[in-house]
């Protein structure tokens, strides 16, 4: 600062902003501080929860650890987590699969397609599905799938179910993400003489891409950790989760999480502190895998 | 070749079938609107075959609007109508039945601002051909290789042609979306301003490349640059509030123009 009049410059540090006479601007200082804090203040209320949580869970799951429960089945008597993790994964599986296609499709044709009132009625219909608590939506699906179609506990009650909750979300971020696309891709891809459909295959979608991968970690984070629709759907299982889609009950960690946390039993009490850790690996191995594939797939944009 | 059915056709060589009458692209009583407004006003104008046509105006005047006309970008806009024809050698563009795809495959265009696809610079300069299936695999490098020739960009990236775009200059990226507009084999090249963006040196090669397509391509540019009009074209029209004032030889157009309008636009005078 050439131009610092009255030797302020000299006594202030470097940074502090000046105002048109080159005199420090006090007011701006104070802001500046103000700002700062509110934003670590922030910060501190999102990181001190997740510290806490990974901290009870890893705290409490390590020193009770066996491997064992990877591999065996539940018993009586405790056993190990193998039909819950698996049953869980199948949940997750046929969930990223089906909300996953019917929220990406519905996302496509909000964004591409839906026009004007039908744009409108559909987008607040996604809404108040995603508002319906989650325990309803559970009790719909013990009603409708379990006892009147016959399905008694099943995998596939539970996947409708879990998919109704989070399509509404995938759809979401989808459109938003749509939208986001620079209408100069399109236009480019239009002045090519390329076909709606080519354009939205390999432009279009790929660079929304992120912002659908998000909506779908956040369905998968929902079908991973929800516990309400599937007690009503789901039911429990002590043993491996068999392939059939109805008429049989699957076991799943958060019951585990949930339940054997209040068992007298010392074993029980163990597995739901394993069980919690799987959880929280799940998840974290879930975003990895996500950043991974958006990091590939977007190599060739303009953030790069 | 008609619209309807796009018939096979070499990468290389376009086919410039000439009807006799030298005329690539002509303007029928062309009028043009958004809801309410008419942007152009009942236009007869004609492109001549193999030549480089400028489009000057001052701001707002349609020069977009109209370049837009020519392969049909305006279709998707809200609210468009159009009266009036366009024809592309001899057939009607807006008639019912023409396909879009295959028009755009012969009406290529080059935005102002460079616009290259989120893929790598060799598949940049392929998209059209694999949209349209013009070459088989065997064929790919072969194409991206002439291409970037084409434009004079081969030095520059052919050690990285399946890096991003994104990193190349905006000059070198607007080359690239030539290269790749030139790809599908266009008989008529639309271009809206395509150096406001870049330095003069990229400017004088763009210029120098486009005089050099001209005889095998017909070339429609909008430019805001007078100088650059009176260097690449060989004809110019002057749009002034959605009319063609008038289309005539560029040196004429410069130095006697017919209209008072044009004469007054051409010397500064207005703008
Ligand atoms: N989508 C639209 N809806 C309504 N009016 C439009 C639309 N597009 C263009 N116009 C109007 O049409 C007129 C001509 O616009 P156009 O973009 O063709 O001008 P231009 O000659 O290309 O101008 P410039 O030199 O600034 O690029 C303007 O008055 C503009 O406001
Ligand atoms: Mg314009």
């Known amino acids: 600062m050439t131009t610092a009049g009255a030797g302020a410059a000299g006594r202030v540090p470097d940074n502090t902003p000046l105002d048109l006479y080159g005199r420090p601007a006090w007011h701006r200082v104070a802001a500046g501080y103000v700002g700062w804090g509110a934003c670590g203040l922030a910060v501190a209320l999102i990181a001190a929860p997740l510290a806490s949580v990974l901290w009870g869970v890893i705290g409490r799951a390590v020193p009770v ?12 008597q405790g056993g190990g987590l193998a039909n819950e993790i698996v049953g869980t994964l199948f949940i997750l599986a046929g969930v990223s699969v089906l909300a996953g296609s019917v929220g990406v499709l519905s996302g496509i044709y909000l964004s591409e397609y839906a026009r004007g009132r039908t744009g409108a009625v559909l987008r ?12 309803v939506l559970g009790y719909v699906g013990y009603i409708a799938l379990v006892i009147a179609l016959h399905w008694q506990y099943s995998l596939a009650a539970a996947l409708i179910t879990l998919s109704a909750l989070t399509v509404p979300y995938i759809a979401k971020s989808t459109e938003a993400a749509l939208r986001q696309v620079p209408t100069t891709y399109r236009e480019g891809a239009e002045a090519l003489g390329m076909s709606p459909l080519r354009s939205l295959r390999r432009i279009t979608l790929k660079a929304a891409l992120p912002g659908i991968t998000t909506g779908w970690l956040v369905a998968m984070a929902i079908s991973v950790g929800e516990t309400a629709p599937l007690l009503y759907t789901a039911g429990f299982s ?6 059939s889609l109805t008429h049989s009950p699957v076991g799943y960690l958060p019951y585990v999480v949930w339940t054997f946390y209040n068992y007298p039993a010392k074993a029980f009490q163990s597995l739901s502190y394993d069980a919690a850790l799987i959880l929280v690996v799940m998840v974290l191995v879930l975003i990895v895998l996500a950043r991974i594939v958006v990091a590939f797939t977007q190599r060739h944009t303009e953030r790069n | 070749m008609s619209l309807s059915s796009p018939a096979a056709r070499s990468v290389d060589s376009p086919v410039v079938v000439d009807r006799g009458d030298g005329v690539a692209m002509r303007a029928r009583g062309l009028s043009l609107g958004f809801g309410s407004t008419a942007v152009l006003a009942d236009l007869d104008l004609d492109i001549h075959r193999g030549t480089i046509t400028a489009l000057i105006g001052p701001t707002g005047s349609g020069k977009t609007t109209f370049l837009r006309s020519l392969n049909r970008m305006n279709d998707k806009v809200a609210k468009h109508w159009h009266r009036g024809d366009v024809l592309l050698d001899g057939s009607n563009i807006y008639s019912p039945g023409v396909q879009l795809m295959a028009l755009r495959r012969r009406v290529g265009m080059l935005f102002q601002r460079p616009n290259p696809f989120p893929m790598s610079i060799a598949e940049n300069v392929l998209a059209g051909v694999k949209a349209h299936g013009i070459a088989g695999k065997q064929h790919y490098r072969a194409i991206v290789e002439a291409r970037l ?4 960009l081969w030095e520059a990236v052919s050690s990285r042609l399946g890096s991003s775009p994104f990193n190349l200059s905006g000059g070198q990226q607007q080359l690239l979306c030539l290269a790749r507009a030139l790809a599908t084999g ?35 540019i909008v430019t805001h640059n007078l100088a650059q009009a009176r260097r690449v074209s060989n004809r110019t029209a002057f749009f002034y509030q959605g009319r063609l004032v008038e289309l005539t030889d560029t040196t004429k157009l410069f130095e006697s123009p017919e209209h008072p309008e044009t004469a007054n636009y051409v010397s500064g005078r207005m703008g």
């Not at chain 1, 607040?124 to 325990?135: D, M, N, R, T, W």
């Not at chain 1, 002590?238 to 392939?243: G, K, N, R, V, Y």
């Not at chain 2, 271009?191 to 005089?211: C, G, N, Y």
């Open chain 1, 65 to 76: 650890w066996r491997w064992s429960v990877l591999t065996e089945a539940g018993n009586g």
């Open chain 1, 238 to 243: 002590d043993s491996l989760p068999s392939l």
């Open chain 2, 149 to 152: 020739r084409e434009v004079g």
């Open chain 1, 124 to 135: 607040g219909a996604s809404e108040v599905l995603a508002g319906i608590p989650s325990i």
């Open chain 2, 186 to 220: 266009p008989e008529v090249l639309l271009l809206d301003e395509p150096t406001s963006s870049l330095d003069p040196i990229t400017t004088e090669h763009v210029e120098a490349l486009l005089r050099s397509l001209a005889p095998a391509l017909t070339i429609v």
